[in-house]
């Protein structure tokens, strides 16, 4: 039986059911996700978008990251929660943000990346990977960055 994760914005006009396991869980201290999370970083699970059910209006805001690709950031329009994020080079995958998903659950984040951009009091868990920017190329199009 496949893994079961609800989410719900704040005011609860946006919820969401996810039947799979995430690909991967990521933390992104790149300056955008800090607009987005009040100066910290943005907690992302990459989900594939098949095994997403989602409920409610999703307003988004986009801009083109480093790479020339097209981030786009998924919002509530009534409380502003975050929700997801959607990357022109990965289409059949999107991210979730952790503080989306209802508790408890197991997820957090297993490397963390854009060092380069976090604020000198950022605490990073040193027990994961971390990357001063964007990893590597991906070799698989679901693979990429927040
Ligand atoms: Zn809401
Ligand atoms: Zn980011």
Redesign the pocket.
């Known amino acids: 039986m496949p893994a079961s994760y609800t989410g719900r ?6 919820t969401a059911v996810i039947d799979a396991e995430p690909l991967w869980v990521r933390q992104c201290w790149c300056r955008q996700c800090q607009k987005i999370a009040a100066g910290s970083a943005t907690n992302n699970a990459l989900f594939m978008t098949e095994a997403m059910t989602i409920a ?1 209006e999703i307003a988004w805001a986009s801009y083109t990251a480093d790479s020339g690709n097209t981030v786009e950031q998924g919002f ?1 329009p ?4 975050h929700i997801l994020g959607r990357n022109s080079a990965r289409q059949r995958a999107n991210v979730v943000r952790l503080g989306f998903l209802e508790g408890p659950h197991e997820l957090g984040p297993q490397s963390a990346i854009w060092l380069e951009e976090a604020p000198a009091w950022a605490a990073i868990n040193p027990e994961i990977e971390t990357f001063l920017r964007q990893p590597a190329p991906p070799q698989r199009p679901d693979r990429t960055e927040n």
């Open positions: 914005c704040n005011c609860g006009a946006v409610g509530c009534n409380c502003g929660t």
